[in-house]
Each structure stands twice: as structure tokens, then as C-alpha cells.
């Protein structure tokens, strides 16, 4: 007899054997306070407040008062969810206006809304396996888990580059025969070590084989470049990017995916992509929301500018307090614990002694032995917040024996 019980049980034990059973931190933000939330310790009623540290609403449009206010208009507009697939009933104008504000943001022709960055990447990497005949991916080593998903789903031949290894893609571009359709796949900010590809230089590489550009721009959309275009705007590569991805769920502070390319591509991925087309449209509430959230990103640079001197601050604090701070040239702030159980002792501490909330951040996420805590600044984090902070790291440091730097 099969115990099915018990299959699923033992996959969980392997899970916690391993310190990397997740729980789930029940919490309420709060609206216009971000970034202060309530806590429900052990998914009970009681609630205390607590301040959120590994957000990835970077910029607080999540609690933007025009974006919120945006959502409840055009529910009371139009009402809740859009009824349908894109296909059937489910566009409206909503949709058509965010996705030409997207292709604009992008200096593209098209763009095409999906459900999430998540479903976007795998819906969107597949397809182009499948149109391109005999197609190569090269995917950077450290490419989002929806990306990986998507090449395995389009089953053309992967091959893995080095992380931002440019001398390792080229040997491999070497090999290939300069006529096969080949795809360079790779994200702009890596999220967990906080540092940038070197856009240029790949897409000189992509030049000179004759390589299709694929870029996840996921977490510098709406941070980076003079209207939010993310670093392809910001290095003025984004003519060179045959292909940009976004999420509307990070720095745009709401929900959703998309892609912004040629025409023609958009057309084919619309047509092809079954992760689009069999699926109910996103609400026209959160479409309106994230409309006007990439209106407002777009229109001034000046939360971008507090979001960097913010990431900068708090990493100089941290650094002269002798805490482990991970090199990042980003706005993401690592802080390295190095052990998985340690890494969650650490957090459920903050939490329980300080009010502060940051998720461990354990494998398969980030390779073992590099566990960490992730701190997210953002323009709503004052220096009142990072004194806090960084007091509360000290005694968490201390307490519980931790390496600091040297
Ligand atoms: C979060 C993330 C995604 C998925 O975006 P969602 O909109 O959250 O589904 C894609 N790529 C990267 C690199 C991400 O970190």
C-alpha cells in the first residue's frame, strides 16, 4: 500500500532537518505607515507593532496615497477582477493604458502585461525556445528560479555562464556556430548579493556572436535610470536589450509582470505563450495602481535619490559597527550570519526582543554557508529606524555569539 500521509511528511522532515523550514511571518501593514506593520505572533489575534526591514516594496508605493487611490477609484469605476482571460472579455482599458505606459518606460514598441514577474519569465522564456528552431540559452548561474523554470519548459539546449563572467559567456558564444539562434539570459540586480551586471559589456558580446538579449530588470525597475527604465536605462543600453522584465510587484508597490520588446516579439509572445493566454487578466484595480505608481516613478527621480542615499547610510552605520555587511553596490544590504539554524535565531530575536522584522535568508536561495540577513531600505527608513536598528544588531551580534567583521 502507498502512504501518501507519509510521503509528504518526510519531504517536510528532510526540510526541517535542514534548517530550512519556513515560517511565515503574520503580519498587517498598515496603511500610510509603512514602514511600521503589526505582528500577529503565532497567527493569533493579538497584534504589536513591529518595523519591516526586508520589504520589497523599496520605494513604499505599496502605501503611496495617489496609488491607493488609484485602486479604490477604479473599483468603484469598474468593480473588482477583470472577467476574463485577455482573450475573452478581460481587457480593458486599464490594461491597454499600463501597457503602453511600459513600453514607453522602456523605449519599446510593445509590452505585455502577465499575472507576475514569476509567470512572465517562465511564460516568456519557453516561448522563445520553442519560435527560435535549434535555440541555445545561456543562462547566468545565479538567474531568479522563474527563469530557470521558463528554459527547462522551452527544452532547447541551456548552457550555464559563471556569474557576470564575461570571459566564460564569450568562450561559450566561441563554440557555437555564429548562424544558431542563441539567447543571452541574465538579470540586471542580483537581489541576494546585491550586485550589478555589466549590461554593456554583454551586449557588446551579444553583438559581436549574434545573440538575442534576454534581461530581468525585476529588482531596478522603478530604482534606476532617469524615469525608472532600470539599469539598461541608467547605462543607455535599452535599444540593446532585445527583451526587458519587470515585475509591478516591487518597486511599483502593487502586483504583476511584463515584458517591453520590438513589436513583433510581443505579438509572437502574445500569440504563443500559454502562461498568457489561458489565464483571467489581472484585476484592473491593481493594473490602475501600478498605471499610476510608473506615472509618478516616472515623472521624478527624487524617492530614487533617497532610496540611494538611504542604502548608503545604513550601510555605512552597519560597516562602523563592525557588523558583517556583504559588498553590495546596490540598494540591498546583506548581512552575513553564515548558518542556516543561527540565521533564524537571529531573526526570530530581532523580532522578539526588538520589533524589527528580517526574514533569514537561508539555501536554496543563497548558496550554504553564505546565510544572511537582507536589509531593504527604503526612503521611509529614518535615522531614528537605523540607530534602532543597528543597536538591536549589535546586542543580537552579541548575544548570540556571531562573527562580526574584521
Ligand atoms: C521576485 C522576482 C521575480 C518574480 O517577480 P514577481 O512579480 O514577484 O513574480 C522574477 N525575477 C526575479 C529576479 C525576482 O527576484
Known amino acids: 500500500m502507498v502512504d501518501y500521509n507519509k510521503a509528504f511528511e518526510t519531504a517536510v522532515d528532510a526540510v526541517r532537518t535542514e534548517g530550512r523550514y519556513r515560517v511565515f511571518a503574520d503580519i498587517e ?19 504589536r507593532e513591529i518595523t519591516v526591514w526586508c520589504s520589497n516594496d523599496y520605494l513604499g508605493m505599496g502605501q503611496n496615497p495617489a496609488v491607493v487611490e488609484a485602486m479604490q477609484a477604479a473599483a468603484g469605476k469598474v468593480g473588482a477582477g477583470a472577467g476574463g482571460t485577455r482573450n475573452i472579455a478581460g481587457t480593458t482599458h486599464f490594461h491597454v493604458l499600463l501597457e503602453r505606459a511600459l513600453a514607453d518606460l522602456h523605449r519599446k514598441e510593445a509590452a505585455l502585461l502577465f499575472t507576475s514577474g514569476y ?12 519560435i527560435l ?21 522551452g527544452r532547447s539546449v541551456k548552457r550555464i555562464w559563471r ?44 553583438k559581436k556572436y ?10 531596478a525597475v522603478g530604482l ?74 516616472k515623472a521624478s527621480n527624487h524617492l530614487r535619490e533617497r532610496h540611494q542615499e ?25 548581512v552575513k550570519v553564515g548558518d542556516p539554524v543561527l540565521c533564524k535565531k537571529v ?28 536589509l531593504t531600505p527604503t526612503p521611509l527608513h529614518t535615522d531614528d529606524l537605523m540607530s534602532a536598528l543597528l543597536d538591536a544588531l549589535d546586542d543580537a551580534w552579541t548575544t548570540l555569539k556571531i562573527k562580526r567583521a574584521a
Open 29 to 47: 501593514r498598515i496603511r500610510g505607515r509603512f514602514p511600521a506593520a503589526l505582528y500577529h505572533p503565532n497567527n493569533s489575534d493579538d497584534a
Open 347 to 374: 531573526s526570530d530575536y530581532l523580532l522578539e526582543r526588538h520589533n524589527i522584522y528580517v526574514q533569514p535568508i537561508n539555501y536554496p536561495t543563497v548558496p550554504k554557508g553564505t546565510e544572511r540577513l537582507r
Open 133 to 153: 528552431p535549434d535555440c541555445v540559452i545561456l543562462s547566468d548561474e545565479m538567474n531568479h528560479a522563474s527563469m530557470i523554470e521558463g528554459i527547462r519548459g
Open 163 to 206: 556569474h557576470n563572467d564575461l570571459a566564460h559567456l564569450e568562450s561559450m558564444l566561441q563554440d557555437l556556430p555564429i548562424d544558431r539562434p542563441k539567447v543571452i539570459a541574465f538579470e540586471s540586480v542580483y537581489s541576494m548579493d546585491g550586485d550589478i551586471a555589466p549590461l554593456e559589456a554583454v551586449c557588446d558580446l551579444a
Open 224 to 297: 534606476y535610470g532617469e524615469r525608472g527604465g532600470g539599469v539598461a536605462e541608467r547605462d543607455g543600453v535599452l535599444d540593446r536589450i532585445d527583451i526587458i522584465e519587470g515585475t509591478l510587484g516591487k518597486a511599483f508597490g502593487v502586483m504583476g509582470g511584463y515584458i517591453a520588446a520590438r513589436a513583433s516579439i510581443i505579438d509572437a509572445i502574445r500569440s504563443y505563450a500559454s502562461g498568457f493566454i489561458f489565464t483571467t487578466a489581472l484585476s484592473p484595480v491593481l493594473v490602475a495602481g501600478a498605471l499610476k505608481s510608473v506615472e509618478i516613478l
Open 310 to 334: 538611504r542604502a548608503a547610510r545604513l550601510k555605512q552605520i552597519l560597516t562602523e559597527g563592525e557588523l558583517p555587511v556583504m559588498p553590495s553596490v546596490s540598494h540591498i544590504v546583506p
Open 210 to 219: 549574434n545573440a538575442f538579449t534576454y534581461l530581468d530588470e525585476v529588482h
Open 119 to 130: 509567470v512572465a519569465n517562465e511564460a516568456t522564456l519557453a516561448t522563445i525556445a520553442r
